[in-house]
């Protein structure tokens, strides 16, 4: 219910973008301190949506002092990389890779090599762009991407997506999973006060979380997000653990059978 609600808006509404912020207590951009980016992988849950945006932070050793730095760390870690958590996944091209960038006022060209060929549908084809759009832009001041295929101009990409010119982020509604964990991240160590910080497209802005030790659920509830759908909110909520191993999982309600839906859920130490 709650999807076809989201999705019945999405005509109607105009599309709609999230910051990227970095990391508290990150540092000033150097080459020497390894520095955190914004990078975007796609997540698939068995509700029937396809594959869907998500966030993770890395930290790289390249340089990100400049604009340039910045958006060649983002899309390399995203076509070179593994996202840390294994439910995340890129949709590019295995052997893809970043050839070159530049950058012309708020335009980043994107030049991307061995990946002329990909064998997806047209929505996986959308999204697996959009991964790279979502990933470039989260870079202060760049808010279109051009992409070039071996060094030369192309007109369209795996006979699903127009290239002939610039490509901005989709609607939040059509790009982005309805519920994350942005943090903690998976494989994170984190103290005993656990802070969930989360992000979601809910309908009444309501997202549930629950933290497993083992089987044992020891905490559960729900947040309500700063914004409703069809935008996305986020919304934190700290928690206090015992040192062990958990599971730290988001979600939606249906409203027809109370099942989970949209899952997102990550490992992480507390100690």
Same mark, same amino acid.
């Given at each position: 219910?709650?999807? #076809?609600? &989201?999705?019945?808006?999405?005509?109607?509404?105009?599309? &709609?973008?999230?910051?990227?912020?970095? +990391?508290?207590?990150?540092?000033?951009?150097?080459?020497?301190?390894?520095? +955190?980016?914004?990078?975007?992988?796609? %997540? =698939?849950?068995? @509700?029937?949506?396809?594959?869907? !945006?998500?966030?993770?932070?890395?930290?790289?050793?390249?340089?990100?002092?400049?604009?340039?730095?910045?958006?060649?760390?983002?899309?390399?870690?995203? !076509?070179?990389?593994?996202? #840390?958590?294994?439910?995340?996944?890129?949709?590019? +091209?295995?052997?893809?890779?970043?050839?070159?960038? /530049? $950058?012309?006022?708020?335009?980043? =060209?994107?030049? $991307?090599?061995?990946?002329?060929?990909?064998?997806?549908?047209?929505?996986? *084809?959308? $999204?697996?762009?959009?991964?790279?759009?979502? =990933?470039?832009?989260?870079?202060?001041?760049?808010?279109?991407?051009?992409? %070039? #295929?071996?060094?030369?101009?192309?007109?369209?990409?795996?006979?699903?997506?127009? %290239?002939?010119?610039?490509?901005?982020?989709?609607?939040? #509604?059509? =790009?982005?999973?309805?519920?994350? !964990?942005? /943090? +903690?991240?998976?494989?994170?160590?984190?103290?005993?006060?656990?802070?969930?910080?989360?992000?979601? $497209?809910?309908?009444?802005?309501?997202?549930?979380?629950?933290?497993?030790?083992?089987?044992?659920?020891?905490?559960?509830?729900?947040?309500?997000?700063?914004?409703?759908?069809?935008?996305?909110?986020?919304?934190?909520?700290?928690?206090? %653990?015992?040192?062990?191993?958990?599971?730290?999982?988001?979600?939606?309600?249906?409203?027809?059978? *109370? @099942?989970? @839906?949209? !899952?997102?859920?990550?490992?992480?130490?507390?100690?």
């Amino acid at each position: 219910m709650r999807v #076809l609600v &989201c999705l019945a808006l999405t005509a109607t509404l105009a599309a &709609c973008t999230v910051a990227d912020p970095a +990391p508290t207590g990150s540092s000033t951009p150097s080459a020497a301190v390894k520095q +955190p980016v914004a990078v975007y992988y796609a %997540l =698939t849950t068995p @509700e029937g949506l396809g594959p869907r !945006l998500v966030r993770e932070f890395h930290r790289v050793q390249e340089p990100t002092d400049s604009v340039v730095g910045q958006v060649r760390a983002a899309a390399s870690q995203m !076509l070179s990389h593994n996202a #840390l958590d294994p439910d995340y996944a890129n949709l590019w +091209p295995n052997g893809a890779k970043l050839l070159n960038v /530049s $950058i012309a006022g708020n335009t980043a =060209t994107v030049d $991307i090599g061995g990946a002329t060929a990909n064998n997806v549908g047209a929505q996986a *084809a959308q $999204i697996a762009v959009q991964q790279l759009v979502w =990933t470039v832009t989260a870079v202060p001041n760049i808010d279109s991407v051009k992409i %070039l #295929l071996d060094g030369a101009p192309a007109t369209e990409l795996w006979g699903h997506v127009d %290239l002939s010119k610039p490509l901005k982020r989709a609607s939040a #509604l059509d =790009t982005l999973a309805p519920v994350w !964990l942005i /943090s +903690p991240q998976h494989g994170d160590r984190v103290g005993r006060e656990v802070t969930l910080h989360i992000a979601g $497209i809910a309908f009444e802005a309501t997202v549930h979380y629950q933290v497993r030790f083992g089987t044992q659920v020891v905490k559960e509830g729900f947040v309500t997000l700063d914004k409703g759908a069809p935008q996305q909110g986020e919304a934190k909520q700290t928690v206090t %653990l015992e040192p062990g191993d958990y599971v730290i999982a988001t979600f939606l309600v249906s409203s027809e059978d *109370a @099942e989970k @839906e949209h !899952l997102d859920d990550h490992s992480v130490t507390v100690g």
